[in-house]
């Protein structure tokens, strides 16, 4: 992929020991998965309260952004495996489709309609059609997020690797 | 109608997956729609001649768009070029293009698209839909010529062509617009059926004919067309002399009924074409390889086909539609020749081109006829429209319709002269030129070219054919003295011209060298022209970009906030009214966060550090959030917090690649006051817009409480920020989140590109767009 010298033997680029700050890391691990369901929350909720998914991905956002500052896991390509550009493109192409999708039924387009459900255990649900649309927003904005880590974060320290300027 | 130009394109688009397996296949598969459109349009001759035969599909109907198509006399005469010129020529290909030729792919795809936007052209019986076929032809052309892009040869023409036919494209569709909107209808027939006057109309027609003018290559844009021979000969042949081409003709004859009496219609088409025809006719005395000298015939011809079918009589239209057919069924099968030709011995000069008349004895048959008709010889079609042509210019009597035959009698004398010479050229034995070693044409080579020739001969014996079809198209003007195409008129001034223009020919013909020379020296080069006028608008670009993008961040900003100043800044001043009733606050909290705000604001001012700076911003959009909190917008300040969270951490990144400081001295007050002054005044006009926007209010807003209203019921949501987010307004958040991938893509492109413009120290430098680290990088 690269062609930094310490991609070279496999595996991600970690940065030195001396500078790991293990109770930002400690207290990463714990929040990582909290944030991120926390953000599906937001996703969720948006509907009823503040929230959405513009909210809720830049939340998921930030969770990757304390995952790139504590250092641990260099620059993130070991954490996420999709390519960020992919995560980008799947967004907009979900909130597309959930935009043209209407016009199947021969509806306008971008017009949303109500799905309601009674499944075992949880009772009657409900399901507003626009939240796919929301989906979308929330895929294309951790994308957004993982794309500047990747090219602000990554990149620019790789560049300053290069130039001998960094850590 | 519709579903026959579709199926043109999808089959197109399709047609790489069978030349994949067989390039002959290919152009195989390609040529059975244009002969399936050329049979339908023959059955439905009859209803066609008789009134004409429409259909229409609505395409945004609440816009008036429609897609309206109609098939009548001129337009089955295109079809009959479009469609069955089209089926020849790409059969014709089979044997042009090797079985491995690279460009086979890309030209069978170009060619049957090209077919299907042009048939969609000639067709069309809507402005808009007409201008939509236009351009899609216009882009065609650009690809075909351009091939693959890599001769500087190929790319040039391809621009050149692109840019003139598109200038003229974008005038016709202002003429269009400004017609339609005049006419009340945007349906060519019923423009036509009512057409409408007044000064609306002159502008309109004016701008038409730019359109016009440029597509069919008339005089001063002619250049386009000689230097797009340098696309593959069956292009040359279909698109530059038989279909594209005819185009711009083609819409002059198609408004000509509702307009040649309007002088802002008839002199600069007549003026145009005869000149066209004349500059055409002699540049072609000139040229040496024998698809140029055609190219110049084809203008030539082109002009003289634009003053037929624009001049508005009843004659002049029989002899437009007669040699149209003709100009169709003469050039292409020559334009074949030259490919065989060129196939056969591997040149197309005609210095040293000799002997193929014994060598290449079928050939030379087929093009005799088809020069033939091109000089206007009995019994060929091309006498029976030149017949005509004078006819109905000699009949009219008056200055202006005797100069116009005088006009043609010298173009058609031009005519006679460069047939000649492509017959000598292509077929002579030259004494002191060595006879040239010839390999033998295929059949898919020689047989395209009789078909087409055989049609001239054909239809010039079977003269009512045509003529039934030109009395059709002729049906709108007066008929005064019941004339109709024949071979045979008897003697006349029209016979006697025809003979001058034979004799004539022939005799300038004999003095070829001397005249090669004269026609060397013309005083005025369009292609110069053109060049110049390229090259002065790319230097006012420059001129003007250097002056305005000065690359001060700084600049930028004064440009904006002067502006903003005096705009919008003057506007309050002198409409809004400060709100009367403006308290200073209204819940007490807002008074300490506006505090740190303001203090936030000072101090920022007076950093130096950048990383101070950065957090103090911070500050500020935390501070704005909070009054958000305070206001009673949660979402709202929940997304102030977390893009102003985002902000602070990206910048925080960058700031690793900037220095500390902002600058290491005090910049000079010269530079520091007014800018400073700038800053203040557009601080404090923006502040002062704000209250009094905020005050312009008289009414409640109505969307509000309609929002707030269906929110529940029609979004299905409680909250109504949602509610306008992902329903109401959803079309916005889909185009916002278009410009973030945008903004992403660019951001990744940027960084990661100049990573390795940096490492010129150590090797080549290599650019970073493009290389295949970089599109790596730029992709994760």
Redo the contacts between chains.
């Keep these: ?3 930094t010298g310490n991609d070279r033997d496999g595996a991600a680029p970690r940065r030195g020991t001396a500078e790991r700050a293990l109770l930002l890391e400690l207290t990463t691990r714990a929040l990582f998965p909290t944030v991120l369901v926390f953000s599906g929350y937001l996703l969720l909720v ?10 809720a991905g ?2 998921a ?2 969770a990757f ?1 304390l995952r790139y ?1 504590d250092g641990s896991s260099g620059d993130l390509r070991a954490v996420v495996r999709v ?4 995560v ?2 799947t ?2 192409t979900v ?2 489709l959930t ?1 043209l999708a209407p016009v199947a039924w021969g509806a306008p ?2 017009s ?1 309609a ?1 799905l309601a459900a009674e499944l075992p255990l949880l009772g009657s649900v ?1 399901l ?1 059609t ?2 796919f ?2 989906c ?2 929330y895929l ?2 951790v ?3 993982l ?7 990554a ?3 790789r ?2 690797r ?2 001998g300027e ?1 850590p | 109608m519709l579903a026959l130009v579709v199926a043109h394109l999808v089959v197109a688009v399709a047609l790489p997956l069978v030349s994949a397996r067989s390039r002959r296949a290919a152009f195989g598969v390609a040529a059975v729609l244009p002969a399936v459109t050329l049979l339908w349009a023959l059955a439905q001759a009859g209803p066609a001649l008789d009134g004409g035969l429409s259909a229409t599909t609505a395409w945004a109907p609440t816009l008036g768009l429609t897609l309206s198509f109609r098939l009548d006399a001129l337009a089955l005469a295109m079809v009959v070029l479009v469609a069955g010129l089209g089926a020849v020529i790409i059969v014709y290909c089979i044997g042009y293009f090797g079985p491995d030729a690279p460009e086979a792919t890309r030209s069978a795809a170009g060619l049957l698209a090209f077919a299907g936007a042009m048939l969609g052209l000639v067709l069309a019986d809507d402005l808009l839909t007409l201008y939509v076929f236009w351009e899609l032809t216009s882009i065609a052309s650009f690809l075909l010529v351009g091939q693959g892009g890599q001769e500087r040869e190929e790319r040039r023409a391809a621009v050149q062509a692109l840019l003139v036919t598109v200038l003229g494209g974008l005038a016709m569709l202002l003429g269009f617009v400004l017609l339609g909107e005049a006419a009340g209808t945007y349906r060519i027939s019923a423009i036509l059926a009512d057409p409408p006057r007044g000064g609306l109309v002159t502008a309109a027609l004016l701008l038409i004919l730019i359109g016009a003018f440029t597509k069919s290559a008339q005089l001063p844009f002619h250049p386009w067309l000689p230097a797009a021979m340098v696309a593959p000969t069956p292009v040359s042949a279909y698109l530059h002399a038989a279909s594209m081409v005819k185009a711009g003709v083609y819409l002059v004859a198609r408004l000509a009924p509702g307009f040649a009496d309007l002088a802002v219609w008839w002199v600069p088409v007549l003026a145009v074409g005869l000149a066209t025809m004349l500059v055409g006719g002699w540049r072609a005395l000139a040229e040496t390889d024998l698809k140029r000298l055609l190219a110049f015939g084809t203008v030539s011809q082109l002009g003289f086909l634009m003053v037929l079918l624009g001049a508005g009589s009843r004659i002049a239209a029989l002899a437009g539609l007669a040699m149209l057919l003709a100009h169709g069924l003469f050039k292409a099968p020559l334009f074949l020749v030259v490919g065989t030709i060129d196939h056969a011995t591997g040149t197309r000069d005609l210095r040293t081109l000799s002997g193929l008349r014994t060598a290449l004895p079928g050939s030379a048959v087929a093009t005799a006829l088809a020069v033939a008709s091109m000089a206007g010889l009995p019994p060929l079609l091309g006498f029976v429209g030149k017949e005509t042509a004078f006819e109905a210019f000699v009949a009219g009597g008056g200055v202006r319709d005797w100069t116009v035959a005088v006009g043609i009698l010298l173009g058609s004398v031009l005519t006679a002269a460069y047939s000649a010479r492509f017959l000598w050229g292509a077929f002579a034995r030259k004494p002191g030129v060595d006879p040239t070693p010839v390999h033998r044409p295929e059949v898919w080579l020689t047989g395209p070219t009789w078909v087409c020739a055989a049609a001239g001969l054909a239809l010039g014996i079977g003269y009512p054919l045509v003529d039934a079809l030109a009395s059709s198209y002729a049906a709108p003007y007066p008929d005064e003295d019941g004339y109709h195409l024949a071979l045979w008129h008897g003697p006349g001034l029209p016979l006697v011209f025809s003979a001058v223009a034979i004799g004539g020919g022939l005799a300038l013909h004999r003095m070829r060298s001397r005249v090669e020379a004269l026609a060397h020296r013309s005083p005025v080069d369009a292609q110069r022209g053109y060049e110049r006028t390229v090259a002065g608008i790319g230097r006012v670009a420059v001129a003007v970009t250097g002056r305005t993008q000065v690359g001060s961040l700084p600049g930028y900003l004064s440009v904006i906030l002067v502006v903003f100043v005096l705009l919008p800044g003057t506007a309050a001043v002198v409409a809004g009214s400060w709100p009367g009733d403006q308290p200073l606050f209204h819940a007490a909290m807002q008074v300490p966060l506006a505090l740190v705000v303001v203090v936030a604001a000072l101090a920022l001012v007076r950093a130096r550090r950048r990383f101070t700076a950065v957090l103090l911003v911070g500050v500020i959009g935390y501070g704005v959030g909070g009054l958000f909190v305070v206001d009673g917008a ?2 709202l300040a ?2 102030q917090f ?2 102003e ?2 902000s602070l ?2 910048f925080v ?2 700031l ?2 900037l220095p500390a400081h902002f600058t290491e001295q005090r910049p000079p007050a010269r530079v520091r006051v007014p800018k400073a002054m700038v800053a203040t005044a557009g601080g404090v006009v923006v502040a002062g817009v704000a209250v009094v926007l905020s005050g312009a209010r008289t009414a409640p807003p109505s969307t509000s409480a309609e929002m707030i209203r269906l929110a529940p019921e029609q ?5 109504v ?3 306008i ?3 109401f307004r ?2 916005d ?2 185009g916002e ?2 410009v ?2 945008v ?3 660019g ?2 492109s940027l ?2 590109a100049t ?1 390795y413009d ?2 010129g120290g150590r090797r080549a430098v290599q650019s970073g767009q493009g290389t295949p ?1 970089h599109e ?5």
């Design positions: 992929m690269s062609i948006g509907h009823y309260g503040p929230g959405g998914g513009f909210a830049l939340v956002g930030l952004v500052i390519r960020p550009p992919v980008i493109g967004g907009l909130a597309v935009a387009v971008l949303s109500k409900e507003q626009s939240v649309l929301d979308g927003v294309l904005i994308g957004v997020v794309d500047l880590l990747r090219s602000l974060g990149g620019i320290e560049d300053l290069d130039a960094g | 949660p979402d929940l997304a977390l893009v969270t985002l951490v990206v990144l960058v690793r690649r979004a299905g949501a409680d909250n920020v949602s509610a987010l992902v329903d959803a079309l958040t889909v989140i278009g973030l991938f903004a992403a893509a951001v990744a960084v990661l990573r940096r490492r680290q790596e990088d730029v992709l994760g």
